[in-house]
């Protein structure tokens, strides 16, 4: 069992999945520190200088002992923005390697030539020789 673990692991299929999620983490964690840092931001500022995820709507407001119970669409309208991002960014990076990677039609290669041996000459020499008494 360990060593068949060991080739699936060592395959290259599965080494190109580990990097690819290890790089679209990292790459989720700068898309959502532009979102957050950036574009929210400025499109508070755009909006009337109000906080986008700040906006939510109180279903109940906090007590003495109860907590706010609210719907926060500003933070869903943040992570769905940063989903889109993502996954446009995703969709532009499949698309060029596509392009990049157009099938290629095999090509047929020509079979080696067969080497025949000292007795397979000899043979095709008596065998041309008998065709040759026949044809007289």
Known sequence: MLREFKEFASRGNVVDLAVGVIIGGAFGKI????????V?????????R?????LKLVL???GDTTAELAITYGVFLQNTLDFL???????????FLNKF???????EEAPP???TSKEEQLLMEIRDL??????N
């Open 31 to 38: 898309v959502t520190s532009l979102v957050n840092d950036l």
């Open 130 to 135: 008998l065709k040759g008494r026949q044809e």
């Open 85 to 95: 991002i993502i996954s446009f960014s995703i969709f532009i990076l499949l698309r």
């Open 113 to 115: 030539p067969h080497k």
């Open 40 to 48: 929210m931001p400025f499109l508070g500022l755009l909006l009337g």
């Open 101 to 107: 990677h157009k099938k290629k039609e095999p090509v």
């Open 60 to 62: 109940r407001p906090a």
């Open 50 to 54: 109000i906080d986008l995820t700040a």
